[in-house]
């Protein structure tokens, strides 16, 4: 990809901007996979500094383990905040429990989350906490 084009995702500041830098692509023919997988990649950024800010969790030196937990969680949190959603439960249940004991919590339940049905629906489910396990 273009390194300006490039350059120009990696500027854009929140999801509103990339949602419309997407259609823009979109219209004009240029939404290749390439920019959607960089479109994709800031989204994920911007969720993680919204984690972070949002549930007040030091997102530094994790483990392998906790660092994928916020990899996904940061890409579902994008994928919501670009559909106009808040991801309120997912960030109440990091906030009051942490990272990994989030996690626990969600996958043994007996029914499934919010989260994990929204993620099933959209063909994600390579993004949930129990595909975070069984890895």
């Not at 990696?10 to 290749?32: C, P, S, V, Y």
């Not at 993004?127 to 975070?132: A, N, V």
């Amino acid at each position: 990809m273009e390194e300006r084009l490039t350059r120009t995702i990696g500027n854009l500041r929140n999801w509103e901007d990339l949602a419309q830098f997407a259609t823009n692509a979109r219209e004009r023919g240029q939404l290749t996979d390439e920019v959607s997988d960089a479109i994709n990649t800031r989204s994920a950024e911007l969720g993680r500094t919204f984690i972070s800010e949002k549930t007040g969790l030091d997102l530094r030196d994790l483990s392998p383990a906790e660092e994928k937990i916020v990899q996904v969680v940061s890409e579902y949190v994008g994928i919501m905040r670009r559909q106009g959603k808040y991801p309120g439960r997912t960030l109440e249940q990091l906030r009051n429990r942490g990272l990994q004991d989030a996690v626990e919590s969600a996958v043994c339940r007996a029914t499934p989350t919010q989260g994990f049905q929204n993620l099933a629906d959209a063909a994600l489910d390579d993004l949930s906490y129990e595909q975070i396990v069984v890895d």
